[in-house]
């Protein structure tokens, strides 16, 4: 129940496509879904967050689309270009909680080929 | 301001052997987390510090693992002995609030 399940695994896209990463969680008490993006060598950096009370957020060519009946949420990058090439991690976790730990699904790897 | 600073960014070490992970957390930050990604895997949370008390530490593995956070401030990781299984990337972040969380760049762990 705590699990949070991520495809696909890996993702080719051309230059200028729209890369798509989704998500699945089944908890319900999860309250806060962030995205993290990390390039080789560095740590996670959070991307953009949604909570399950707003359906879409989009920040620049980034966009999470969030369906809370089917407990799915995805991100969908436009326009996609060659420095977006790098993992992917969605999360979820329970702001209500005393620790706010993150439930990271197994990530997506990246390549947007010129 | 500075990030979150982890060091060694990789170790290399035996089985049997000790080793000690070392994050210096953003200035003011009272939250403190470690993580560890095996490799391909998901990132699994291992504990939770608010300053100096362990707030969660259901993530972590086995009593191999010790985790401290001296006076609120850095923290480290040691795990003893180390065994094959405990290689991959431990990372550790900060946040003021539990939700803008900052990682560092993590500790490459192999155990041969």
């Known amino acids: 129940q705590q699990q949070v399940k991520q495809s696909p695994q890996s993702l080719i896209v051309q230059k200028g496509g729209i890369s798509i990463i989704n998500c699945a969680y089944e908890n319900t008490a999860f309250d806060y879904f962030p995205w993290y993006q990390q390039f080789p060598g560095k740590g996670p950096a959070l991307l953009i967050a949604i909570r399950p009370d707003v359906s879409e957020k989009k920040e620049g060519r980034f966009t999470i689309s969030f369906n809370k009946s089917a407990k799915q949420f995805s991100l969908h990058i436009m326009d996609s270009q060659p420095g977006d090439s790098a993992t992917y991690f969605c999360a979820a976790s329970m702001q209500s909680s005393n620790t706010g730990k993150l439930i990271f699904g197994q990530g997506t790897t990246l390549q947007v080929k010129p | 301001e500075a990030g979150v600073t982890q060091f060694p960014s990789h170790s290399v070490i035996e089985k049997g052997q000790t080793v000690t992970l070392r994050c210096d957390p953003i200035s003011g930050h009272d939250n403190l987390y470690w993580y560890r990604r095996v490799m391909g895997k998901e990132i699994k949370f291992l504990l939770h510090f608010v300053k100096e008390s362990k707030q969660d530490e259901s993530g972590m593995p086995n009593n191999r693992f010790l985790a401290e956070r001296t006076g609120g401030t850095y923290s480290t990781l040691k795990v003893q002995p180390a065994e094959l299984e405990d290689s991959g990337v431990y990372f550790c972040?900060?946040?003021?609030?539990?939700?803008?969380?900052?990682f560092g760049s993590g500790t490459r762990l192999t155990v041969v």
């Open positions: 972040a900060s946040s003021q609030d539990r939700r803008g969380y900052t």
